[in-house]
C-alpha cells in the first residue's frame, strides 16, 4: 500500500508525504501539504497564477465550443420544423397523436364518474 501511495506522491497526485513515525507498531503515517507552496506540489506565486490563466484560457475555449454546439443545435431544431411544415403543405403525413386509447367512453362522462 505504502508502494501505491509513493507512486501517487512521485506522479503528482497527491500533495504528501509518507513519515516513519516514533512508535514502532504505528508503521508509516501519510502527512498532506494544506499549502500549495509547501509539499511536493509547491508552486510560487507566479506559477500558481500561470496555472489559473492557462486554466482559465481553457475554460474559455470549453465555453465557446458549448456555445457553438449549442448555436448549431438550435439551427438543426428550426430547420427539422421547417421540414416539417412543408412535409405537411406537400400531403405528406407527419407524426400522429393516437388518440384511440378508448374510442367507446365519453371524456365528460368518465371525469363525472370520479365524483360520485
Known sequence: ??????????????????????KSNAGVVLRFYLDRRQGPLAKSEKQQQETLFEQTVRTNRLAKQ???????LTLTKEYMENQKRLNKRAGGHGDAMDTAWDDSIDAEEDIMTDLH
Open 1 to 22: 500500500m505504502a508502494l501505491y501511495v509513493e507512486s501517487l506522491i512521485k506522479d503528482g497526485h497527491l500533495n504528501a508525504r509518507l513519515e516513519e513515525t516514533d
Open 66 to 72: 458549448v456555445k457553438d454546439a449549442d448555436y448549431r
